[in-house]
């Protein structure tokens, strides 16, 4: 039994300690999260942003969420008119914050398969603004086909896409980061840079060549005071799945039910800024399962091969019937 003086001091020293020390530390990690918060914006502000694949989807979104931070963004895409046409939408968007001026969009119009124009759009864009301080390199393809139907120009053509266009990108612009000893290199990558699904060789390939080259990078410019973030999403709402190529090269077109069913490419932006925001190394944005599978990988790797396995197996079942 508990004695009355001691309820008393029991409750004197929650009012008198515990209560002022949990509201106190509560304190303290707001006003650490609002730091955190202040020190992200004012990066951002002002801050060059180069975004590829500006044209749709998550490039289209991180364009607006960087806008409105006040970057001054630079706009990429192989397409003129859609550049134009979201330089207009980002131009017509009004001003919440009173302290964050939005800055006029400029655009860079080059094809990432190509390295010459690739080369000669980073020399056009240092030309312009003098320095980049964050690249983000977003724009991408994907694929749906078997390995054994598959021609090598597809396989080429993705590695060429998603991997060696981010990486002539990234070559041209980094002496000028680390003249500077400031930057941020930012690589959208995928789930599938992680793990390996069937019927994607070629563009999981292309996303696990992603994730091995800037974790390099990132070794490598540390010293340089530059920043390199992997962002690994799980599907997202966008044209990925229409604009995959099959393994004869032509268009897939479909709209796949993971990819309608998937986060939507705003709240994923989001994502993007925050963690280049709190330079981040990586940052896996996907639900449960594939983020599991993750770690399946990796922790229990039979288990995950046999898993792959019999989804595979079922999948070419149901494509064959
Ligand atoms: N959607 C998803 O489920 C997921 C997407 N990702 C990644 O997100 C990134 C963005 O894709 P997402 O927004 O989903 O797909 P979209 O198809 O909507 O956008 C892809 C963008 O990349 C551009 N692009 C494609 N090929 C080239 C090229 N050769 N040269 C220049 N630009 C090119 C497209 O330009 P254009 O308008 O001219 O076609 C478009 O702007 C990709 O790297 C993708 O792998 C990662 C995980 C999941
Ligand atoms: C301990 C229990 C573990 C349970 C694990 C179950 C394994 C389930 C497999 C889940 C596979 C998830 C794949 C996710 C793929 C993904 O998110 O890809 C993102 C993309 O890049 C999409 O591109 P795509 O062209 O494929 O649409």
């Not at 603004?129 to 977003?138: A, F, K, S």
């Amino acid at each position: 039994m508990v004695s009355i003086p001691e309820v008393w001091k029991l409750m004197d020293l929650t009012t008198t300690v515990i209560i002022p020390l949990l509201f106190g530390s509560l304190g303290i990690f707001t006003l650490f999260r609002l730091l955190q918060w202040m020190r992200m914006r004012a990066y951002l502000r002002e801050a060059v942003v180069v975004i590829t694949g500006a044209t749709s989807g998550l490039g289209k979104e991180c364009a607006k969420a960087f806008h409105a931070a006040g970057s001054k963004v630079v706009l990429c895409g192989r397409n003129s008119e859609k550049l134009r046409e979201l330089v207009q939408e980002l131009s017509a968007m009004t001003n919440h914050r009173k302290n964050v001026s939005m800055h006029k969009p400029h655009t860079v119009v080059f094809d990432l398969s190509d390295t010459r124009m690739v080369i000669n759009a980073a020399e056009e864009i240092l030309k312009n603004m003098g320095h980049v301080d964050i690249l983000i390199n977003n724009a991408g393809i994907s694929y749906r086909g078997t390995v054994v139907d598959t021609g090598l120009d597809v396989d080429k053509k993705l590695m060429e896409t998603n991997y060696f266009g981010p990486v002539a990108l990234t070559k041209a612009l980094l002496p000028s980061m680390i003249k500077r000893r400031q930057g941020h290199i930012v690589a959208i990558s995928s789930i599938q840079g992680k793990i390996s699904i069937p019927f994607r060789s070629a563009y999981a390939a292309s996303k696990h060549a992603t994730q091995a080259f800037f974790d390099c990078l990132r070794a490598e410019v540390e010293q340089y005071d530059i920043d390199v973030t992997v962002i690994s999403p799980g599907y997202i709402q966008t044209n990925l799945s229409l604009n995959a190529l099959r393994g004869d090269g032509s268009r897939y077109g479909v709209l796949d039910k993971a990819t309608a069913e998937g986060q939507t490419a705003a709240e994923v932006a989001q994502v993007v800024l925050a963690a280049v925001g709190h330079k981040k190394k990586e940052v896996l944005v996907a639900g449960l399962a594939p983020c599991l599978a993750v770690y399946l990988r990796n922790l229990f790797p039979r288990l995950f091969f046999t898993l792959m396995a019999s989804r595979a197996k079922k999948e070419k079942k149901v494509k064959d019937s």
